[in-house]
């Protein structure tokens, strides 16, 4: 598999003198295309921290992010982040996070046209993603209209919409029952294997841990040393 994301030696603090505290201590990582993994541990173990790092959304204070092989950090942004997030990457997170005044379809099909593609290009990408997800039936409905599962799918799609090499997914199924938020997990699962993206989902669900490639733990600002990619330790 090629690299999709390799992250070097990211810090960050919060705060100065003597009520500074490390979020991030010298975190580095590797994210292969078409996998899917799991970053685990507790609150406070700077797994959010990382996640707008690696998704440009909160510089570090210093270190290295390359993505699909262009360096777009490195101690200072050398891109637009903005532009970069809209073309590369895509979000998932604990809430859908769906503009309640459009439709399912107009949710997908928002970041698509916000990037200048024409409506009936992006019309008939948000169809092809709505019914892969086997919300058909569904298109026309406003978020209100949609259940929390189904409402997550559409998330999931409007991720995908402008085929990104990237998907970072915050508690995605915290608000979620098991039954569907393991659905959602192996959505995302399946997101990686078929269209090669890389995935990176933050949880605190641990029922769901076979779904992942990868399972990696983080511990004060640290990532746990893995032994045959599993976590050194789930307590």
Same mark, same amino acid.
């Given at each position: 598999?090629?690299?999709?994301?390799?992250?070097?030696?990211?810090?960050k603090?919060?705060g100065k003198g003597?009520?500074?505290?490390?979020?991030?201590?010298?975190v580095?990582?590797?994210?292969?295309?078409g996998?899917v993994?799991?970053l685990?541990?507790p609150?406070?173990? #700077?797994?959010?921290?990382?996640l707008t790092?690696l #998704?440009l959304?909160?510089?570090p204070?210093?270190?290295?992010?390359?993505?699909?092989?262009?360096t777009?950090?490195?101690?200072?942004?050398?891109t637009?982040?903005a532009?970069?997030?809209r073309?590369?990457?895509?979000?998932?997170?604990?809430?859908?996070n769906?503009?309640?005044f459009?439709?399912a379809?107009?949710?997908?099909?928002?970041?698509?046209?916000?990037?200048g593609?024409?409506?009936?290009?992006?019309?008939?990408?948000?169809?092809?993603l709505?019914?892969?997800?086997?919300?058909?039936?569904?298109?026309?409905?406003?978020?209100s209209?949609?259940?929390? #599962?189904?409402?997550?799918r559409?998330?999931?799609?409007?991720?995908?919409a402008?085929?990104?090499e990237?998907?970072?997914?915050?508690?995605?199924?915290?608000?979620l029952?098991?039954?569907l938020?393991?659905?959602?997990?192996?959505?995302?699962?399946?997101v990686a294997?078929?269209?090669?993206?890389?995935v990176?989902?933050?949880?605190?669900?641990?029922?769901?841990l076979d779904?992942f490639d990868?399972?990696?733990?983080?511990?004060? #600002?640290?990532?746990?040393?893995?032994e045959?990619?599993?976590?050194c330790?789930?307590?």
């Amino acid at each position: 598999m090629k690299e999709a994301l390799i992250a070097e030696n990211l810090c960050k603090h919060y705060g100065k003198g003597n009520t500074s505290v490390v979020a991030l201590d010298s975190v580095s990582l590797t994210l292969r295309a078409g996998e899917v993994v799991a970053l685990l541990g507790p609150s406070g173990a #700077g797994k959010s921290t990382l996640l707008t790092a690696l #998704g440009l959304i909160r510089a570090p204070d210093s270190g290295r992010i390359v993505i699909g092989g262009q360096t777009v950090f490195e101690n200072g942004y050398r891109t637009d982040p903005a532009l970069f997030r809209r073309k590369h990457l895509g979000f998932v997170f604990q809430r859908a996070n769906l503009l309640p005044f459009l439709t399912a379809e107009e949710n997908v099909r928002l970041p698509m046209e916000l990037d200048g593609i024409g409506a009936r290009a992006s019309a008939a990408r948000a169809r092809e993603l709505i019914e892969s997800f086997g919300l058909a039936n569904r298109r026309d409905n406003l978020p209100s209209e949609l259940s929390g #599962g189904q409402q997550q799918r559409v998330a999931i799609a409007r991720a995908l919409a402008n085929r990104p090499e990237l998907i970072f997914a915050d508690e995605p199924t915290a608000a979620l029952d098991s039954a569907l938020g393991r659905l959602v997990m192996e959505m995302l699962r399946d997101v990686a294997h078929e269209h090669q993206a890389a995935v990176l989902v933050v949880t605190h669900d641990t029922r769901a841990l076979d779904v992942f490639d990868r399972v990696l733990k983080m511990e004060d #600002g640290r990532i746990c040393k893995t032994e045959n990619d599993r976590p050194c330790s789930l307590s």
